[in-house]
């Protein structure tokens, strides 16, 4: 093909499906081929079935499409790695390795996607600086901090342009969060509009970085569309939205849902959030290439609130 096509990996995903249609928006359809383990009815304009465990069709499908840019989304993460750790690590590790091999081959830039799930105990755990201890205590966790040094590695050893960040809570309507320990608070907005009472699986007061989608699909592609030379970390940059507890977000809530109600039972998913940070410094990002977050707390809970309402309105009309 004369175009030159963008791969995505994980495109059903709650990141991967919406990242996908932007990058279509700005592309075009036909620059952007989506990919994941099975087709969904939200993904049937240029997708193509990839396990990323196969590198022979992964090659083949750049070698068809001219592929020249990855967007590497597929990974298991950390509620349901916890269940099943060396299913996790051998398709985060091995399938991002297949990544970077490809990369290596073809020339191609690769975007990486880290999380904050590399910190642990040992770390900081308000404004966790960039350089900090990394000793994680989830499989997600150690599968992300193996994977961020493999990026750092491929590109000081091959030169491939691999970019990455460290990924907070990810918030967004448009599609459901896929097993993270930060899922609730995408759920706690589908509880209240829906009208229903939400059992919350951490504890009121527990402190986590979070991001809006907005936010995180625009972090995404100013990284990867800043000249190479502004890209001074290899590994993975720290990015940070906004922190707040359960407690938090439910007042925010019943400032639209006064009648709104939130009930406690944390499960193994607590143990996973206490070893995070609760503030997150990305000055480098901020400094390197111009990062700079646009929602707070009360903006995301509005837009979110609002397009929830028009979803579920249009779903019962």
């Known amino acids: 093909m004369e175009t030159e096509t963008i791969l995505v990996t994980g495109a059903n995903g709650q990141i991967g499906t919406v990242l996908t249609e932007e990058l279509r928006r700005r592309f075009g359809t036909s620059a952007v081929l989506s990919t994941d383990i099975r087709q969904t009815g939200a993904n049937n304009i240029l997708f193509e079935e990839l396990d990323v465990l196969d590198s022979a069709r992964l090659s083949a499908l750049i070698e068809k499409y001219g592929v020249k840019q990855i967007y590497h989304l597929a990974a298991i993460l950390s509620a349901k790695g916890e269940k099943n750790p060396k299913w996790a690590w051998e398709i985060n590790m091995a399938g991002l390795f297949n990544i970077l091999e490809a990369a290596r081959k073809y020339g191609l830039r690769v975007f990486f996607p880290s999380s904050i799930a590399v910190f642990g105990g040992m770390t900081p755990r308000v404004d966790t600086p960039q350089h ?8 997600y966790g150690i599968s992300k901090v193996a994977g961020e040094n493999w990026c750092q590695y491929f590109h000081q050893k091959y030169g491939v342009d691999v970019r990455s960040v460290r990924y907070p809570g990810i918030i967004g309507y448009e599609s459901l969060p896929g097993g993270g320990t930060t899922d609730y608070a995408v ?7 829906k009208g229903e009472a939400y059992e919350c699986f951490l504890g009121p007061d527990t402190r986590l970085p979070m991001m809006y989608m907005p936010d995180a699909i625009r972090a995404t592609l100013e990284l990867m569309e800043a000249p190479s030379e502004k890209i001074r970390i290899r590994s993975s940059y720290n990015l940070a939205g906004v922190s707040f507890t359960p407690a938090e977000v439910k007042e925010e809530i019943q400032k639209h849902y006064p009648a709104f109600e939130v009930s406690y039972k944390p499960d193994f998913r607590q143990e996973i959030a206490s070893s995070w940070p609760e503030s997150i410094d990305d000055s480098y990002a901020r400094e390197h290439w111009g990062w700079k977050p646009q929602y707070g707390l009360p903006e995301m809970a509005s837009d979110m609130l609002e397009h929830l309402r028009e979803y579920y309105a249009a779903s019962v009309s």
């Not at 759920?187 to 509009?193: C, D, G, L, Q, R």
């Open 187 to 193: 759920e706690i907005f589908h509880s209240a509009v």
């Open 132 to 139: 900090a201890v990394l000793q994680p205590e989830t499989v």
